[in-house]
């Protein structure tokens, strides 16, 4: 069976298959209104979105599927009276597909270890794999490639857009650095870190970790943030982390480090002021939309090859 749980298992080769399917998906939309009539997706939410959510949720109606949402926050499973070997079971025998939207990255894996339908990663703490795959897709629309280009992210290390990104892009030959405070609270874990260096040993790109932003955005043809304040950081934090990351915010002084047609990516949601400035989010460069919009897209594309490789 095959699902997505992390960009790192996935090969070059089909994370290209996928994106192409997602540019065929939106160029001609018609052409998959029918493709999962009779299809149903449970939609399984531990953490809040919108963006997931909506998404998974439109692209399954727009091929003729049907999707349930089910809330963790008030139900058995979330409560600890239902474990998840046994959800896995269950659902596998009502639905076709499942996607997940959690905080263990564990959770997901044993959901995929005990279901016979596919399981999708719509977040961990440890990975991201659908945000990158639309990443992905909108950089190589805007770009005309991914292999050669070099993307510069800022912020915190830690996270799993961060770990997502350091995957996907060394996987498709793009020289990924990453910017962040030091300290293991801020910086990649030393694993992910290993495996993203031999990844792209194997693609021919590079990874850099750093804690000088110029450094990091010198030159890039892409320049990549996230929120400071993720969902499962407590608001007490915020001083704090806005002291930590300020170095790091992407304004119109940093974007003149990258590349004149670098563009600017936020998978949102995002904070005019904290992470980028207004002038940034707000500027020609920035393809933040774009990439939202792309989301669809790309959900479209994972699902539809997932489901196809559950039939061989």
């Known amino acids: 069976m095959l699902h997505l749980i992390s960009l790192k298992d996935w090969s070059p080769e089909l994370i290209g298959e996928v994106l192409d399917l997602a540019d065929d998906v939106k160029k001609q939309p018609a052409r998959?209104?029918?493709a999962m009539?009779?299809?149903?997706?449970?939609m399984i939410f531990e953490k809040p979105s919108l963006r997931t959510r909506v998404s998974f949720e439109t692209g399954v109606t727009q091929m003729g599927g049907h999707a349930i949402y089910y809330d963790m926050g008030t139900s058995p499973l979330?409560?600890?009276?239902?474990?998840?070997?046994?959800?896995?079971?269950?659902i596998s025998r009502y639905v076709d597909v499942v996607m997940a939207r959690l905080f263990k990255h564990e959770v997901i894996v044993e959901l995929a270890r005990h279901a016979t339908i596919p399981v999708i990663n719509a977040l961990t703490d440890h990975s991201h794999p659908t945000q990158i795959m639309a990443d992905l897709q909108t950089i190589r629309e805007k770009k005309g490639r991914l292999n050669g280009l070099k993307l510069a992210y800022l912020g915190d290390g830690c996270n799993n857009v961060t770990y997502s990104l350091l995957f996907g892009c060394t996987k498709m030959g793009v020289d990924i650095r990453v910017a962040c405070p030091p300290g293991p609270d801020y910086s990649p874990a030393s694993e992910v870190t290993r495996s993203a260096q031999a990844l792209a040993k194997k693609a021919g790109s590079q990874v850099l970790i750093t804690h000088d932003a110029i450094e990091a955005v010198r030159g890039a043809d892409v320049v990549y943030t996230d929120s400071w304040m993720s969902y499962h950081v407590a608001h007490e934090k915020l001083e704090e982390r806005v002291r930590v990351f300020t170095p790091y915010q992407v304004n119109a002084t940093l974007m003149q480090q990258a590349a004149p047609d670098a563009i600017f990516m936020n998978c949102l949601p995002a904070l005019r002021g904290f992470e980028q400035t207004a002038e940034v989010m707000d500027g020609s460069q920035s393809v933040v939309f774009d990439e939202a919009e792309n989301r669809l897209h790309a959900h479209k594309a994972i699902l539809l090859k997932l489901l196809e490789a559950a039939k061989k």
């Open 78 to 90: 979330g409560a600890g009276k239902e474990n998840i070997a046994d959800t896995a079971r269950v």
């Open 32 to 34: 998959y209104a029918t």
């Open 37 to 42: 009539a009779g299809k149903t997706l449970l």
